[in-house]
């Protein structure tokens, strides 16, 4: 090492000393990865609206953000006949995706040793410990791929004004009460399972696991979905998070199947937008951040392992939940509350909404299955279902 990488090594750890974030010190041995810009493609949450000081400060290097879709196919397309697997280094996605990406060399395996806050974080070690459902969205075959960036169980949002009153049921997506303003996403793995539990739950259809259906039961729900879709009940499938939040915030749309972060949003431009307590479930899932495979230096290597840690990490826990509403980090609480980043009534915001995301799991739900059994009969019949 030159007398001036010393230099600049030593000014990282004195930097990150007095920042208190010990998680991004150097590890003996590791390549020396200040100068980096490090690609991570992101859905759309998991941005931190361009302050990624946490990271840069300390390490010296750079984030450079660029948005990818969530679908399975979309995912797959992009990494492999859209440049993504030259461009990026890691992809921060809804997980549950590491048998096809796994199968196509996508992504590597984690060394977790690598990843300081890996280490005793009770909701890792709680929610995806190996042969849970929780560990279905980060591992494949005993191996981890992803890191748990948050944790969350979806529902839909509803305008309360407009819709007369509290709703409790995806019932009300294909209310005909609300036909004509209602959205649903372009996502059967979000979208159809949320009509797979409601035709369960009504005993409208019989269906033994929503999360991962037969060719059969798939085929039922696309019927029905088909069936309000020809009935007028829907205004839009939406396939952004922009134009779920617009939808929102135009009053164009009542109901919609959607992420809770599109309610935040919405609120924050003064739309009084609810995220339902559905007594069907929630639907479970965590994001997860993989590791891109592809010709990297170990500095870049370095980088990005560096940059996974700091996703992992109470700030940026902190951060993500108050933004997106999601719970993080165990303790990203604590964070918010002591290190003087956040005023007292953002602190207990973030304190209130890990509390409430918790409550999510204990009560239960299903988690979403990203790659069912009969993934080609999904693609096929929601194709059917697009193009009624």
């Known amino acids: 090492m030159t007398t001036d990488l010393k230099e600049i090594d030593r000014r990282i750890l004195l930097k990150s000393a007095a920042l208190g974030i010990g998680v991004l010190a150097l590890r003996p041995g590791a390549a020396f990865a200040a100068g980096q810009a490090v690609t991570l493609a992101d859905i759309g949450v998991g941005d931190l609206n361009g302050d990624w000081s946490g ?4 390490t010296g ?5 660029v948005s990818i879709g969530n679908g399975p196919s979309a995912v797959l397309n992009q990494l492999i006949a859209g440049g993504g697997r030259q461009t990026y280094d890691i992809i921060n996605i809804v997980g549950g ?5 796994v199968e196509n060399k996508l992504i590597l395996p984690l060394d977790v040793s690598r990843l300081k806050n890996w280490q005793n974080n009770e909701y890792i070690a709680s929610y995806f410990k190996s042969g849970s459902k929780g ?11 992803g890191v748990p960036t948050v944790l969350q169980g979806d529902s839909f ?6 819709t007369g009153g509290d709703l409790n049921s995806y019932g009300a997506l294909f209310d005909p009460k609300f036909r004509g303003y209602v959205a649903i996403e372009d996502n059967y793995t979000t979208a159809g399972q949320k009509a797979a539990l409601y035709l369960k739950s009504a005993g409208l259809t019989d269906i033994k696991d929503p999360s991962d259906m037969t060719k059969e039961e798939i085929k039922k729900v696309v019927d029905f979905l088909t069936q309000k879709k020809k009935e007028g009940q829907f205004r839009v499938v939406w396939s952004s998070f922009e134009q779920a939040v617009n939808l929102l915030v135009n009053q164009e749309v009542y109901v919609m199947d959607c992420w809770e972060p599109m309610v935040f949003a919405a609120k924050a431009k003064g739309v009084n937008a609810v995220y339902a307590t559905p007594k069907e479930g929630y639907l479970l899932w965590a994001m997860a951040a993989y590791l891109v495979a592809g010709n990297r230096s170990p500095e870049r290597l370095e980088a990005s392992y560096q940059l996974l840690d700091y996703m992992l990490s109470p700030e940026y826990g902190a951060m993500i939940t108050n933004l997106r509403g999601y719970m993080t980090h ?7 509350s002591k290190s003087g980043k956040f005023d007292p009534a953002t602190a207990k915001k973030i304190a209130d909404i890990d509390a409430g995301v918790k409550t999510k799991f204990q009560s239960g739900g299903t988690w979403q299955a990203r790659w069912p059994t009969n993934i080609e009969t999904y693609e096929e019949e929601w194709q059917r279902f697009k193009a009624a």
């Open 157 to 162: 949002a509803y305008l309360p004004e407009k």
């Open 55 to 58: 990271y840069t400060n300390p």
């Open 61 to 65: 290097n750079k984030v450079n953000v």
């Open 97 to 101: 995706m590491q048998k096809p990406l």
């Open 330 to 336: 165990p303790e990203a609480p604590e964070f918010a």
């Open 135 to 145: 560990f279905d969205f980060i591992g494949y075959e005993g191996k981890v791929y």
